[in-house]
């Protein structure tokens, strides 16, 4: 059991590793305080159109953020709507 505590650990080392990445602890200029709130607001928005259903499935792409599976709307130019939401 040791050892599948070890790899757990790791792995969850592992994955707030890239939450960090994601989401840094310590925003330090408005430049980097304006991409996460930029990531933010993707994932809202991202979120209410797939639970609405606004658009196929395929419309989305799944990532992992914390552990949660969020769905993110792709700029993929056979959904065209979707695509504008994106770039906005």
């Known amino acids: 059991t040791r050892n599948r505590l070890s790899s757990q ?3 969850a080392h592992s994955a707030r590793s890239i939450v ?3 989401f840094p602890n310590e925003v330090s ?3 980097e305080s304006m991409v996460v709130v930029k990531k933010l607001l993707a994932i809202a928005v991202s ?3 797939y639970l609405r259903g606004l658009f196929p499935e395929k419309a989305y792409g ?3 953020v ?3 599976k969020v769905m993110i709307l792709r ?3 056979k959904f065209p ?3 504008q939401i994106v770039k906005w």
Do not use: N, R
Request: hydrophobic share 25%; net charge negative.
């Open 62 to 64: 799944s990532k992992d």
């Open 81 to 83: 709507a979707a695509c």
């Open 66 to 68: 914390e552990g949660q």
């Open 47 to 49: 979120s209410i159109t």
């Open 20 to 22: 960090t990445q994601m």
């Open 9 to 11: 650990a790791i792995t």
């Open 75 to 77: 700029e993929d130019h």
């Open 29 to 31: 200029t408005e430049q």
